[in-house]
């Protein structure tokens, strides 16, 4: 413990792999289970080299199926434990997510993704059934140190798997950090966990997502469990939106945008403002439950702009919060590098100024400048 | 037709013993009439108590029939995905050592989706115990070919029987993981008699002891009867399990203390077994 602290707490210049894997050791996290894939690679090895210094353990798994089963194994004991890929990897897990939020198990899942496609994986989910995911989207590494044991709080109170998603960013960009542990409060006590102790006494536990109940215990049938499991997210809809707003006051124009992408966003806006151009932005921090009231907020402004990677998917969740009050429109769309890690020429402050610019003086209908044909950022 | 009345006990009955299993928490069940899975659940069950590891023994259960166990045996358990219960077996072992950890799968979920799975598992080493309750079919479906159906054997989709032209050839999993250095103990039990019963809960009880002294995997698959997904009667479903799926998926310790026998050593084993149970009967009876 004391060696991780000493890591953690010595503000260094770190990247956002490692901050994660730090963060979630200082978090509690005891067990992670993963398989290699660009960029979610290095969290892999980092909690490799880190977990087994607090008496933790870190397995290399043989595919992303086996990765998040032993990572379920390992939560029903009550453990804190964790996986994650890229949203490619997270499509394997699918299925056990569905079941694990329906066993009702506290599992903290990362997406490293390949940009912010996989908004639609990360918010309605891959899986069969009616199930919700927690979804938590750092704008930086310090905000990810954050966030990251937010999730690992958020899951062990709700018992409902959390999602952090990053992106190539998040993973590789390097900051000053400390990681410090946060207090987040009290979680319930863990008194469903199985350790063997309960068989034999005519009380043993059982751990299902199918609503089964031991002989002689309370029956609770399907539905009902699937019913209580509902409410559960409906309450935390109610309760954890948690959102980033700016200038929104006597904003013309106010862009949404989310995760690292929404770092670019909020350079720009600042700079417009103090150029004196009323634009504002929202940044939804969770992704579900969308801070819908946030966005709403926005939708006295001539304009609601959408800035993410992506054909549009996160537009489809500003729609509904804004309810037709305003034009939304998209000012992103698809951009990736060659190698397809989603660091393409749309993720530059150039290019998104003149796009919120465009929007900003000619309305919902404006045509948007066209890329620009030099690859001005990274590729 | 006289009909008995069986609402209270004759007059005169007399209980000889009761032989529940002490972890069986209802004798309710969902299984057919000749299910042989009760059997190995029987055989799982009685050696947990044996060992006196009842207070440390950690379950994880597949989907299959045997779902169904999960309500009526009191035991600590975690139901898992189609296939995936070796992973979750794994990540409870690693974080409760000194628990004693098996799953119990069936062919369907062992064999055909989580054949991976239970190999790596194995191959890893990890200090669980692997239960594979084997007929052939999938029962819970209605009586479908599985990887394990053996050639010839007649199935809701192999009709005629299974044709290794057409639907390639039954895969012994015993076999393949006896391979593996991983693992330390493999075995393949059957409940089609009740010689095989006993046979079958010592090799349950090798498992658990291998496990518990941190030999790395071990690895029970026992043959269990399903008349209903063959499509025979009851009382001949023990025989159909013993001459068509035992003659390929042969009785035996597969792998003990790292020596590693084929199926050739394992029927030739059998029938001198079998032979001497016939020498010991001419003479005078098994007694003794």
Known sequence: MTTIAVRGAERRLMEGSEAIALASIAAGCRFFAGYPMTPFTEVLEHFARYLPEVGGTCINAESELEAVGMAWGALATGARAATGSTGQGLSLMQESFAEITLAELPLVIFNLARGQGDYFQATRGGGHGDYRHLVLAPVDITEAVELTQLAFHLADRWRNPVLVYGDYLTAHVEESVSVDPIDFGPVPDKDWAVDGATTGTGHAKLLSPLGLAKFGAEPIGIEAHLRRIVAKQHEIERTEARAETGYLDDAETVVVAFGSPARFVRSVVRDLREAGERVGFVRPITLWPFPADAVAAAAGARTVAVFELSAGQLIDDVRLAVLGRAPVVGIGGISTDGSGFGVGRLLDVETIRDRVLAVHRGGADAALPPLPDNERTLW | ?288
């Open chain 2, 1 to 288: 037709m006289p009909t008995l009345d069986t609402s209270t006990e004759p007059s005169g009955a007399r209980r000889v013993g009761d032989l529940t299993p002490d972890l069986l928490l209802t004798g309710e069940h969902h299984l057919c009439p000749g299910c042989g899975e009760p059997l190995a659940l029987r055989c799982l069950l009685d050696t947990i108590t044996d060992l006196e590891v009842t207070t440390q023994t950690i379950g994880v259960v597949g989907i299959g029939c045997y779902t169904a166990f999960t309500t009526s045996i009191d035991v600590d358990l975690v139901q898992a995905l189609h296939g995936r219960a070796p992973s979750v077996a794994t990540g409870i072992k690693r974080m409760r050592p000194d628990a004693v950890v098996f799953t119990l799968q069936g062919d369907g979920d062992m064999v055909n989706e989580g054949l991976q799975e239970v190999l790596h598992t194995a191959a890893r080493g990890e200090a669980v115990t692997c239960v594979l309750l084997n007929n052939g079919v999938f029962g819970e479906t209605g009586g479908h070919m599985t990887a394990t159906t053996v050639l010839g054997q007649r199935t809701k989709n192999t009709i005629d029987g299974r044709e290794a032209e057409y639907h390639g050839y039954p895969i012994l999993i015993g076999d393949l993981i006896s391979r593996l250095e991983g693992a330390s103990y493999v075995a393949r039990g059957s409940v089609h008699n009740a010689g095989a019963v006993a046979r079958t809960k010592k090799m349950v009880r090798r498992a658990l002891e291998s496990q518990r002294r941190g030999d790395g995997f071990s690895f029970v698959e026992v043959l269990t009867m399903c008349p209903t997904g063959w499509f025979i009667p009851t009382g001949e479903s023990p025989e159909y399990l013993h001459e068509t799926l035992g003659a390929v998926h042969v009785m035996g310790e597969l792998k003990v203390d790292g020596r590693v026998k084929t199926t050739d050593e394992l029927h030739t084993e059998n029938v001198a077994r079998q032979r001497e149970v016939e020498a010991r009967l001419a003479a005078g009876g098994l007694d003794g």
